[in-house]
Every structure is written in C-alpha cells, then in structure tokens.
C-alpha cells in the first residue's frame, strides 16, 4: 500500500471499479441477487469519490458521480421493486393466503381471484421485470459505455490535486474518516428531539450517512489497519438496522397506495407485518449506535 493518498486511493478506487464492471453479465442474465450487487457497487463507488474528493479534482469526478447517481438509480427501480416483492411473498408464505370469494353472474365460469397479497407480489415482480429491462438497455447505449470507459480512465490517468495527493496516506484517510464520523454523530444527537412525522425521514438520513462512513472506513481499511476495518463493521450494522426499518417502510408506503383494496383479505395482515417489522428493527438502534460514543484511534 502507497505510503501517500493519491496512489493508496486510486487503488481503492480500482477495486469499486472492478466490481461494478464485473457485475454486469450476471445483471444482463438476471441471476439472484446480481442488481442488488451491481447497485451496491455503483453506490459505493459514489460515496468513495464524495467522501474522499479533496484529493481528486473537482470537475471531471462530479461529472464521474453524476452518471454513477443515473446508473444507481436505474439500478434501485428494478431493486427496490424485487425488495417489495421478496417482503409480500415471504409474509404470504408464512401465513398462506386466502382467496377472496367473489360473486359471479349466472352462466358466467366461476373462478377464484387471487387476495391482494397474491396480486400485489405479481405486480412487483412484472414491475421488476420491465424495470430490469430497462437496466439492460442501457448497458447497449452510449451513456452507459462512456461511463465505463471514464472510470477506466480515472483509474488509468487519475484527476488527483498534487497538493493532496501527495500528503501522507495515513494522515489524508483519517481525516476524511473523522469528518463522515462527525457528520454521522451529529444527525444521530439530533434524532431525540424530533417529532415521530419527522423522525422516518431523519432516520433514514443516519443511514445514509453510516452507509458513507462503512464506505470511507473500508476504503480505508489497508492504509489505517483494524480501526477502520472496526468502524466499517459497526458503520455496517447501524446501515443495516436501519436499512430493515426503511424497507419496510417502503413495504407499508406502497401497501397504502392500495388503498382502495383495503377491505380486501390480505391487505390489513400485510400492514401489521410490515409495522412490526419496522418497530422490531428500532429495538436494535439503541445498540447500534453504541460504538459513537467511543472514539476510535485512527492516528
């Protein structure tokens, strides 16, 4: 590992770069879980460059992180539906779904109509397949391709600020780790205060600040050794608690635009599961923001 930030990032950079370009054949032939791996690695790269900017210059990364925010969202439409979908069909396997019994006209074939649970997962999954598709076509456009080729070349010539470049590695790395750990601790003293409408949306805003701080911390993890790699892991778990509190809120969200189905069987027994989900999820936050109360010997 270079003893200075600019080599030590750009070799962290490689690394998010390999993983994004890997993922799309798997993406291209939809096999379990490969979106979800192609977002995370879009995600993660973005937050790299975001976090650890002072060191690269400043146009031709925002530009970089402009098409990585288009990719990623391509990417979380076809994941956040398969997420939906995934949610609906494991509550409905828990407890089977019943049939809602509708009359027929005389003379017409009666047939049984699937509840609104059964429905609902067939939606997202169609919603998830015209989505995926959508993710394919853009891997065989221009946009996607010149993205590609940028990142190549970022890592090829890399857009690095001498000035920083060239400070020590260990110093550079621990700022920027500092600096997402203060902002992550600030949104986190300030959750208490806030009233219950405002605080799902505050939440998830400590999530996405522990999730650039697990980025930063990993990228970290060869220059700063075991107390990045430990704030990574923590980072992680905060990210994680509070990523199955927001999925189910997203669950309940699209569950309520159904409204209109609300009598129908299914409807309530989903709402109940997914809010159970969601208070089970914050029972876990209070230990996983321990580790914010401990400073962490990065120099």
Request: proline letters at 5%; hydrophobic letters at 40%.
């Amino acid at each position: 590992m270079s003893t200075t930030a600019g080599p030590a990032l750009v070799a962290a950079i490689a690394a998010d770069v390999d993983r994004l370009c890997a993922a799309e054949p798997d993406v291209r032939q939809d096999l379990p879980d490969s979106v979800h791996r192609m977002r995370v690695a879009t995600r993660r790269l973005r937050s790299v460059l975001r976090s650890y900017r002072r060191i690269m210059q400043r146009r031709p990364i925002g530009e970089v992180t402009d098409e990585l925010r288009w990719l990623a969202g391509l990417l979380g439409v076809a994941r956040d539906a398969e997420v939906r979908a995934n949610r609906f069909e494991a509550l409905l396997c828990e407890k089977p779904a019943s049939f809602d019994a509708k009359t027929v006209p005389l003379g017409e074939k009666s047939a049984p109509r699937p509840d609104f649970g059964t429905r609902l997962v067939a939606d997202e999954r169609r919603f998830y397949a015209g989505a995926h598709a959508a993710v394919v076509d853009a891997f065989d456009n221009r946009r996607y391709r010149a993205l590609t080729d940028r990142l190549h070349g970022m890592i090829a010539q890399p857009p690095l600020r001498t000035a920083h470049a060239d400070e020590p590695a260990r110093e550079v790395f621990a700022t920027v780790l500092k600096h997402d750990l203060r902002d992550l601790r600030r949104l986190v003293r300030m959750e208490p205060a806030l009233s219950e409408a405002d605080r799902v949306e505050h939440l998830h805003d400590i999530r996405k600040a522990a999730k650039r701080l697990r980025y930063s911390a990993e990228a970290a993890a060869d220059v700063l050794g075991e107390p990045a790699t430990d704030l990574a892991r923590n980072a992680k778990r905060l990210q994680t608690v509070l990523g199955d509190h927001r999925d189910a809120i997203e669950a309940l969200q699209t569950l309520r635009t159904h409204a209109a189905d609300a009598g129908e069987s299914g409807y309530q027994r989903l709402c109940d599961a997914e809010e159970a989900a969601a208070a089970k999820a914050l029972e876990q936050y209070p230990d996983a923001i321990e580790f914010l109360r401990h400073r962490p010997q990065l120099t």
